[in-house]
């Protein structure tokens, strides 16, 4: 059982360890679903799209930490959908250890530290994270080969 009163929110300011540590997070978290959805882990690739994102978004990147140990992190940004000419909080880099789901963390964090209109990506082939996001309100509003694009509102 997870003590929530252990658990703190700490800001990333983009410096390399911060990004390494998000990077072993990002691998251990996801490598399952993304070899069931494309066939392969790609460590270059991943690195690389990593790397992109993580420029755009350090600024506001937490990482999740328990017992003073990075077990996740997130992101929050606001972005304008310029096809709607609205704004959504667009969420991130959104990945807990797997040894911290299932306590009620992940959907603890989207109640309360992520605004009720938001957005975010998961991967299409991923079970795991479809029931996860539906449970929290998320509906699917579009999708590609690869992702499927959710909303709250």
Same mark, same amino acid.
């Given at each position: 059982?997870? @003590? $929530? #009163?252990?658990?703190? =929110?700490?800001?990333?300011?983009?410096?390399?360890?911060?990004?390494?540590? =998000?990077?072993? =997070?990002?691998?251990?978290?996801? /490598?399952?679903?993304?070899?069931?959805? /494309?066939?392969?882990?790609? %460590?270059? =690739?991943?690195?690389?799209?990593?790397?992109?994102?993580?420029?755009? *978004?350090?600024? *506001?990147?937490?990482?999740? +930490?328990?017992? #003073?140990?990075?077990?996740?992190? /997130? #992101?929050? !940004?606001? +972005?304008?959908?310029? @096809?709607?000419?609205?704004?959504?909080? $667009?969420?991130?880099?959104?990945?807990?250890?797997?040894?911290?789901?299932?306590?009620?963390?992940? *959907?603890?964090?989207?109640? #309360?530290?992520?605004?009720?209109?938001?957005?975010?990506? $998961?991967?299409?082939? %991923?079970?795991?994270? *479809? !029931?996860?996001?539906?449970?929290?309100?998320?509906?699917?509003?579009?999708? @590609?080969? $690869?992702?499927?694009?959710?909303?709250?509102?």
């Amino acid at each position: 059982m997870v @003590d $929530y #009163n252990k658990l703190s =929110l700490q800001l990333c300011f983009g410096l390399e360890e911060e990004f390494q540590a =998000l990077r072993q =997070l990002h691998k251990v978290a996801m /490598i399952d679903a993304v070899v069931k959805s /494309i066939g392969e882990w790609n %460590d270059e =690739l991943q690195h690389k799209r990593l790397l992109k994102n993580f420029e755009k *978004s350090f600024k *506001s990147l937490t990482f999740i +930490e328990y017992e #003073n140990k990075i077990i996740g992190s /997130i #992101n929050v !940004r606001e +972005e304008l959908f310029e @096809d709607e000419g609205r704004a959504f909080h $667009y969420v991130e880099h959104f990945y807990l250890y797997p040894e911290f789901q299932k306590y009620g963390i992940g *959907s603890w964090l989207l109640q #309360n530290h992520v605004p009720r209109v938001s957005r975010l990506s $998961y991967l299409k082939h %991923d079970e795991k994270a *479809s !029931r996860f996001y539906a449970k929290n309100g998320f509906e699917v509003y579009t999708q @590609d080969d $690869y992702q499927n694009y959710a909303q709250r509102t």
